[in-house]
Structure formats: structure tokens, C-alpha cells
């Protein structure tokens, strides 16, 4: 499980690291005043809960190249979407999302 906090940016990247089918749960992790709630479904679906007082922008992270990704069922904009490779070789695809205080909001890979 990664979850990195920049707080000049009040950003939150999550990445799941471990076995593809593994589901990982992380609750009322302190930050920024508040908490944070975060919720691997293997590589393919991530859920954040926002409690730290105010939003945040969120970065959900998932290996391989993927064309589409849902936010809680909708399609996020390709703008919203950016790709890379990391220093290990791996493709991935991160969306990048603003994540209301008290809001939970659940990233998914469409393809």
C-alpha cells in the first residue's frame, strides 16, 4: 500500500503495491488535523475518504497504461489523466481528482 502526502500542495498520491488481488484497508490515518481512509481492491480500484478539515487533491495511481478510469461511475476527462514510467519500468496511469471535505470517492480502471 502507498500513500504519500505533500502538504505544500495538500496532495494525496496512492499507488496499491502489493499482490494484484489483494484488498488492503488503512482507517483514520492522521493528517493535516484530521484523517484519511484509504482502500486498495487489488490494481484496479482504489476508495479515499477525505476527513482532514478541508479538500484535497487526490493522485490514484494504478499500474499499466489505461485509456479510461471512473470516478465513482463517471469517466474521468482525459485531461485529468496522465501517464508514465516509474524507475523500476513500470507503465502507470494516475488520475488526478479534488476530493471535498467529508467526501469518499472511489477510482476504478475501466479497461
Known sequence: MGI????????VAT???GPTTDATRISDIPLWGGTLTVQ????????LTNHTGSALTWQATFY??????RADGRR????ALT??????GNDYTTATLSV????????????
Open 15 to 17: 499507488r496499491m503495491h
Open 83 to 88: 501517464t508514465g514510467t516509474d524507475v523500476k
Open 76 to 79: 474521468i476527462a482525459s485531461g
Open 64 to 69: 499499466g497504461r489505461h485509456n479510461r478510469l
Open 4 to 11: 504519500t502526502p505533500d502538504a505544500s500542495t495538500h496532495t
Open 40 to 47: 486498495h481492491e487489488g490494481h484496479t480500484a482504489t476508495t
Open 100 to 111: 471535498p471535505e467529508g467526501a469518499t470517492m472511489t477510482v476504478r480502471c475501466a479497461d
